[in-house]
Nanobody, 115 residues
Framework: QVQLVESGGGLVQPGGSLRLSCAAS????????MGWYRQAPGKQRELVAS???????YYADSVRGRFTISRNNPRNMVYLQMNSLKPEDTADYYC?????????WGQGTQVTVSS
């Protein structure tokens, strides 16, 4: 079955950068739109960025200009390059489809932005 595995999170200082990776076993070619979601403590999960099979992208206003989403279908990978990180970016980050049906959630990867 298709599995989603996120990696690349960690502790970074404000203004730092981090690159998250999402490995989608089973292939990405048949998935139209993949997205990165995040959930901060006590808050709802929100869509941060998405990318279609034709590489069109979307970004939430809060991250536009700082984050870049990309995908590599032959490698079954989705990436999120995060620059100019802010403490407000601290959250658990997950990848998944944007359209239904969604895939089972992976364990996510934690991003902490702090001095």
């Amino acid at each position: 079955q298709v599995q989603l595995v996120e990696s690349g999170g960690g502790l970074v200082q404000p203004g730092g950068s981090l690159r998250l990776s999402c490995a989608a076993s089973g292939g990405l070619a048949s998935i139209n739109t993949m997205g990165w979601y995040r959930q901060a403590p006590g808050k709802q999960r929100e869509l941060v960025a998405s990318i279609t099979s034709s590489y069109s992208t979307y970004y939430a206003d809060s991250v536009r200009g700082r984050f870049t989403i990309s995908r590599n279908n032959p490698r079954n990978m989705v990436y999120l390059q995060m620059n100019s990180l802010k403490p407000e970016d601290t959250a658990d980050y997950y990848c998944n489809t944007v359209q239904r049906p969604m895939l089972p959630w992976g364990q996510g990867t934690q991003v902490t932005v702090s001095s």
